[in-house]
Nanobody, 116 residues
Framework: QVQLVESGGGLVQAGGSLRLSCAAS????????MGWYRQAPGKQREVVAT???????DYANSVKGRFTISRDNAKNTVYLQMNSLKPEDTAVYLC??????????WGKGTLVTVSS
C-alpha cells in the first residue's frame, strides 16, 4: 500500500503562484509514475500533469507553460509548481501514485482557490 499526503494549497490572487507537495509513504519502491489531478465543483476529475520514474513530465494543454511537475525520489515527494494562476485553476488538487503492477492510489487532495 501507498499513502499520499498533499499540502500547499490555499487562496491566491490571479497571476500568483503556489507550490503543491505530495509526500508518499508505504511501498514507495513499487511506485512508477506519479501525477497531479484536479476536480472543480460540478466537473469531472482531470489530469493536470504526470511524471515518470525517470523524471519525464507531461502536461494538460491548459497548464502547459504555467505549471511544472517534479519529483524528489530521495524525499519520496512530488511537487507541482503553479505560476500565472487563473480563476479557472480553482479546484481540489489530488496526487496519484501508479505502481509498477498498474494499481494506483490517491491522496485526499488540497484545495486551491484563485480569486479574480
Amino acid at each position: 500500500q501507498v499513502q499520499l499526503v498533499e499540502s500547499g494549497g490555499g487562496l491566491v490572487q490571479a497571476g500568483g503562484s503556489l507550490r503543491l507537495s505530495c509526500a508518499a509513504s508505504g511501498s514507495i519502491f513499487s511506485i512508477n509514475d506519479m501525477g497531479w489531478y484536479r476536480q472543480a465543483p460540478g466537473k469531472q476529475r482531470e489530469v493536470v500533469a504526470t511524471i515518470s520514474s525517470g523524471g519525464r513530465g507531461d502536461y494538460a494543454n491548459s497548464v502547459k507553460g504555467r505549471f511544472t511537475i517534479s519529483r524528489d525520489n530521495a524525499k519520496n515527494t512530488v511537487y507541482l509548481q503553479m505560476n500565472s494562476l487563473k480563476p479557472e485553476d480553482t479546484a481540489v488538487y489530488l496526487c496519484r501514485a501508479t505502481l509498477k503492477n498498474g494499481r494506483f492510489y490517491w491522496g485526499k487532495g488540497t484545495l486551491v482557490t484563485v480569486s479574480s
